[in-house]
């Protein structure tokens, strides 16, 4: 069981990042609204969630305009596809090993 444990990524250990991770793994791209809206969180506490997920080189920010409104959209990066689907396998493991 402990090797199994090592294996679980720190940064997934939060349910907010776990979502964002999730929502990432089925969608191209989303906006921080989007994200805002599927989390139902407050801007400051996603984007508190997001700069640790951007700091590890889990997603990709590109910013820009519609129009004059700045639009931030977020997507998983390669690196973060594999490390969340190590971190769910680890997960699997986990629950077959308690059976």
């Known amino acids: 069981?402990?090797?199994i444990i090592e294996n679980l990524n720190k940064i997934f250990d939060n349910r907010i990042r776990l979502g964002i991770m999730s929502a990432l793994m089925v969608n191209q791209d989303l906006s921080f609204n989007e994200l805002k809206e599927l989390m139902q969180v407050t801007d400051g506490n996603l984007?508190?969630?997001l700069k640790p997920l951007e700091e590890s080189g889990y997603?990709?920010?590109q910013k820009g305009f519609i129009g004059k409104k700045?639009?931030?959209t977020y997507s998983a990066t390669q690196l973060g596809v594999k490390a969340f689907k190590a971190h769910l396998t680890a997960l699997e493991e986990m629950i077959r090993s308690t059976r």
Do not use: G, P
Request: charged share 10%; net charge positive; proline share 0%.
């Open 59 to 61: 997603l990709l920010v």
């Open 70 to 72: 700045t639009n931030t």
């Open 1 to 3: 069981m402990k090797n």
């Open 47 to 49: 984007a508190s969630h």
